[in-house]
């Protein structure tokens, strides 16, 4: 059974998963808490690190966690003109809630700044892992941005921001694609007994996350 280490920065998370002596990284967090995540990620055999997008709260460390470790980076292609700029998929919000949040990350993706880095992997649906030592799965959720994926490892599902639980579980409150958005969100609330860990907020049981 694998272990799950959640590393908190602020309101965004990544996680180290862990099978005995092997170890991925999933999202890398924002600058300000890279030596944080790199301390945690010494504790263990890292042998790759998996982007669930490209937004810059969690990719923010890649290339330099990268560097430090020597892993390769891995993600899906179609976010790949997000790096380093990400206003080049256009958010939009519907909900009160999420127009003060993408407000918020429009303000973040204008004075921030994110190292260009190149993955070694491209990533698609039903991708197996497992030569890293980690007997995961990916699959597929657009809608957030175009390249969004998640990540199924035994009863757990990392779904980085195609769901949110920031401030309550929701469906994502920011998508380039709504209709995407809200299908990815279907398919994850059909997907079973599983539990859901988000980018932001603590994890929780899978449910019909569209009525």
Known sequence: MVKIHRIVGGNVNCYIVADNDKAILIDTGRKKYREKILEKCKEFHVSLIVLTHGHMDHCQNAAYLANALHIPIAMNKKDMNMIPDNRKQSLLAKTLLGKIVLSVSLSSFEKDSLEVFEPIIYLKNGDDLSDCGIAAKVIELPGHTKGSIGVEIEDNL???????????????????DELEMLSS?????????????FGHGKPKKNRKWIK
């Open 158 to 176: 990392f779904v980085g921001d195609a769901l949110m639980n920031m401030f309550y579980p929701t469906v994502s409150m920011l998508y380039v």
């Open 185 to 197: 969100a279907k398919f994850i609330g059909e997907y079973g007994d599983k539990t859901i860990y």
